[in-house]
T-cell receptor, first 113, second 112 residues
Framework: DQQVKQNSPSLSVQEGRISILNCDYT??????FLWYKKYPAEGPTFLIS?????DKNEDGRFTVFLNKSAKHLSLHIVPSQPGDSAVYFC????????????FGAGTTVTVRA | DGGITQSPKYLFRKEGQNVTLSCEQN?????MYWYRQDPGQGLRLIYY???????QKGDIAEGYSVSREKKESFPLTVTSAQKNPTAFYLC???????????FGQGTRLTVV
């Protein structure tokens, strides 16, 4: 039973425009959400996170929005750059679950010049 | 500098053989994790350890074994009982109440 879902397997965006990645979750016990970026044959690198007590967290070009009532979060990247082309994973966890990460299937972002 | 080191980067195994993947961290993290990635899927948890000499099964532990004799080391053995071992294996570590886990560069295991 997949508790974290990324329903868009791929996203193509023009350089300089906004990339919006979406993620849905089913487990209401999750209290922390993370986004990871991954290049082929490499390990994921942490990008940005948000606690369930917040609805927005911003770090440079990256902003994560959380809508708890809808069990939905999104990652905005603006402006998109060629180096942003990668797979992005949404993950969720909770202190009560030993901070084990539950991952979505990932969204492949391609930034076009 | 601090980080997580996985070795080897590529590993080939014959069917019926056990193989051990190495994971070493110098971040002084208490918790360590093993995940598996298959094409088109997210990462799935195999085993995790919150402290030395203790570990717990994750969602897909069958056919795998681990040990945690030292804080910095968390090796994963893929046994012959694992029916579909070809995958990309990722080790991660985390500390305390900080939810962010840091990952190694991964090991690509191929059964030939």
């Amino acid at each position: 039973d997949q508790q974290v879902k990324q329903n868009s397997p791929s996203l193509s965006v023009q350089e300089g425009r906004i990339s919006i990645l979406n993620c849905d979750y089913t487990n209401s016990m999750f209290d922390y959400f993370l986004w990871y970026k991954k290049y082929p044959a490499e390990g994921p690198t942490f990008l940005i996170s948000i606690s369930s007590i917040k609805d927005k967290n911003e770090d440079g070009r990256f902003t994560v929005f959380l809508n708890k009532s809808a069990k939905h979060l999104s990652l905005h990247i603006v402006p998109s750059q060629p180096g942003d082309s990668a797979v992005y994973f949404c993950a969720a966890t909770s202190r009560s679950n030993d901070y084990k990460l539950s991952f979505g299937a990932g969204t492949t972002v391609t930034v076009r010049a | 500098d601090g980080g997580i080191t996985q070795s080897p980067k590529y590993l080939f195994r014959k069917e019926g053989q056990n193989v051990t993947l190495s994971c070493e961290q110098n971040l002084n993290h208490d918790a360590m994790y093993w995940y598996r990635q298959d094409p088109g899927q997210g990462l799935r948890l195999i085993y995790y350890s919150q402290i030395v000499n203790d570990f717990q099964k994750g969602d897909i532990a069958e056919g795998y074994s681990v040990s945690r004799e030292k804080k910095e080391s968390f090796p994963l053995t893929v046994t012959s009982a694992q029916k579909n071992p070809t995958a990309f294996y990722l080790c991660a570590s985390r500390q305390g109440a900080i939810a962010e886990a840091f990952f190694g560069q991964g090991t690509r295991l191929t059964v030939v």
